[in-house]
C-alpha cells in the first residue's frame, strides 16, 4: 500500500507543477521533497495532496477503515544547497526514527 500512496501523490505533485524528489513514509507520516511551483501556494498543494490521496486510499479500499490525514502539516523551506542532505534524510528516515521518534524530531525542529 505505502508504495501505491507515494507514487499516486508523485503523480498528483508533477501534475501541479511541483517536480518531486523523493517521497517516504513511516507508519504516522510522510515526508516529501519537491519544488513548489511558482503557481501554487503551499497551502493549495497540500489541500489537494491531502483530499486527492484520502480519495484514493479510501476509493481503493487500501485499509480497512475510513482514512483521513490529520489536521494541519508542516512545510519547510530549503535551499538548494542543503536540498542533497534533506534528500538523504528522507530516504534514511526509518534508521534516523530508530534513534529518535517523530514526535522528538519534530519539537527539535520547532526550536
Given at each position: 500500500?505505502?508504495?501505491?500512496?507515494h507514487t499516486f501523490i508523485a503523480e498528483q505533485l508533477r501534475e501541479l507543477g511541483c517536480p518531486v524528489r523523493i517521497i517516504k513514509?513511516?507508519?504516522?507520516?510522510?515526508?516529501c521533497l519537491?519544488?513548489?511551483?511558482?503557481?501554487?501556494s503551499?497551502?493549495?498543494?497540500i489541500k489537494q495532496i491531502k483530499g486527492s490521496s484520502s480519495y484514493?486510499?479510501?476509493h481503493n479500499n487500501l485499509i480497512d477503515l475510513?482514512?483521513?490525514?490529520?489536521?494541519?502539516?508542516?512545510?519547510?523551506?530549503?535551499?538548494?544547497?542543503?536540498?542533497e542532505k534533506v534528500f538523504h534524510?528522507?530516504?534514511?528516515?526509518?534508521a534516523h526514527h530508530q534513534k529518535k521518534s517523530f514526535q522528538e524530531e519534530y519539537e527539535a525542529f520547532k526550536k
Open positions: 500500500m505505502e508504495k501505491k500512496v513514509g513511516m507508519p504516522d507520516h510522510v515526508h519537491f519544488l513548489l511551483s511558482p503557481q501554487k503551499i497551502a493549495e498543494v484514493y486510499i479510501n475510513k482514512f483521513a490525514w490529520q489536521t494541519g502539516y508542516a512545510a519547510y523551506s530549503v535551499s538548494e544547497s542543503v536540498a534524510y528522507i530516504k534514511n528516515q526509518k
